[in-house]
Every structure is written in structure tokens, then in C-alpha cells.
């Protein structure tokens, strides 16, 4: 069985850095072409793709966000970490990490359950 | 960046119904079209990719058709468990993006 989880503060104050870890199990970051995203959701509002990385340590991001994220992995821990640095209260959401599924293109499946991060003073 | 637009954004069915989702590129996408279905308080869950696979698990009164520019999700007999909101998603092109949701709810 495939499960990722996410965690991280769920209070952020704005300037400060975001850092979110995805821990999963039921595969490895280690098999070719598998990968690990990130994606948002404000609150009422739409999906928003921020950051993918994959077994080959390829790393992706959203142009309108690669001036202020990294996504790294970690495999000895099963983990991908995303960081968000400066952060505004645009950036509350609820923040998803979600496995890669291994067919032709970037299909999400499964994701986690999801963690709400909130931005403000 | 491709723009994902989906049709309509709210669409009231009574269960027992068909319904028709939308979804339009800006651009080709090929068939790298994916549907999700995210009920309240929920993650979002795979329901269809490569525009007309269903994922696995799901139901065959979700069905996907479409390649190009124009896709849709139709749902053969609404259950009280499908109202919820749908999103497509395209990954032929960098970034990755979303259409903005169709909310199918209970007439």
C-alpha cells in the first residue's frame, strides 16, 4: 500500500521560511521513474502544481514559484522536503505532496492527506 | 504555460443522471489529460489519465474521452458519492496546470 503524509508547521509568519516533509511509504525514490510533487490549494480556490522531484534527482518547479522553492529528497528517510522562502499570506493553503504514477506523463496517485499552512502575523 | 479551462463551473444533476464535464487546453495536449475528483475536507483522487484510462478502483460510470484540445469526463448515472468537484490536469507541457474545478452538485 501506497501512503504519503504531510507535515510542517501550520502557523507561518510573512518573510519566513515554509518548510514542509512528505514521508512515504509502499515505494522507493529510488526506482526509475518515480517521482514526488507538490501542490497547493487556497482555501475555496484551485489545484496549483509547485515542485516535483524524481529518483534521478531531475528537480521541476512552477515558474511562478522557482524563485522561492526547493524541493529535495531525502532517501534514507523516505522523505521529500519542500521549501518556501518569504512567504505571504497568498501562500495559505493547504499543501499536498503525491506519488508520480508510472505512466506516460506527470498523473498524480496516490496524494496525502494534505496539510493547511496558514501565513500571517 | 497552457491554460486548462473547465465547463461548467457548477453543474446541478439529480442522481440517477448523466453528467458532462469539460475541459478545454489552450493548446495541444496530446492525451496527457488527467481527471480528479476531490470531495470536501479531502485530497483529490485519481479517477482517470492518459484522457481515457480509469485509474484503479474506479468506477466504470466515469469515462473519459477526448485528445487535442478538448476532453471530457461524463459520469453515466450519478451516485449520491460523485457530487463533488472535478479538476483536469495537463502534463504534455511544463508547467503542469490545472483547470479550475467543476463542482457537480445535487439538483
Known amino acids: 500500500q501506497i501512503t504519503l503524509k504531510e507535515s510542517g508547521p501550520t502557523l507561518v509568519k510573512p518573510t519566513q521560511t515554509l518548510t514542509l516533509t512528505c514521508t512515504f511509504s509502499?515505494?522507493?525514490?529510488?526506482?526509475?521513474?518515480?517521482?514526488v510533487a507538490w501542490i497547493r490549494q487556497p482555501p475555496g480556490k484551485a489545484l496549483e502544481w509547485i515542485a516535483f522531484?524524481?529518483?534521478?534527482?531531475?528537480?521541476r518547479y512552477s515558474p511562478s514559484l522557482q524563485n522561492r522553492v526547493t524541493i529535495t529528497k531525502d532517501i534514507s528517510k523516505n522523505q521529500v522536503v519542500l521549501t518556501m522562502t518569504n512567504v505571504d499570506p497568498v501562500d495559505t493553503a493547504t499543501y499536498y505532496c503525491?506519488?508520480?504514477?508510472?505512466?506516460?506523463?506527470?498523473?498524480?496517485?496516490?496524494w496525502g492527506q494534505g496539510t493547511l499552512v496558514t501565513v500571517s502575523s | 504555460e497552457i491554460v486548462m479551462t473547465q465547463s461548467p463551473a457548477t453543474l446541478s444533476v439529480s442522481p440517477g443522471e448523466r453528467a458532462t464535464l469539460s475541459c478545454r487546453a489552450s493548446?495541444?495536449?496530446?492525451?496527457?489529460l488527467a481527471w480528479y475528483q476531490q470531495k470536501p475536507g479531502q485530497a483529490p483522487r485519481l479517477l482517470v489519465y492518459g484522457a481515457s484510462t480509469r485509474a484503479t478502483g474506479v468506477p466504470a460510470r466515469f469515462s473519459g474521452s477526448g485528445s487535442g484540445t478538448e476532453f471530457t469526463l461524463t459520469i453515466s448515472s450519478l451516485q449520491s458519492e460523485d457530487f463533488a468537484v472535478y479538476y483536469c490536469q495537463q502534463s504534455n507541457n511544463w508547467p503542469v496546470t490545472f483547470g479550475q474545478g467543476t463542482k457537480v452538485e445535487i439538483k
Open positions: 509502499g515505494f522507493s525514490l529510488t526506482t526509475s521513474g518515480v517521482g
Open positions: 503525491a506519488r508520480r504514477l508510472l505512466v506516460r506523463g506527470q498523473v498524480l496517485d496516490p
Open positions: 522531484i524524481y529518483w534521478n534527482d531531475d528537480k
Open positions: 493548446q495541444s495536449v496530446s492525451t496527457n
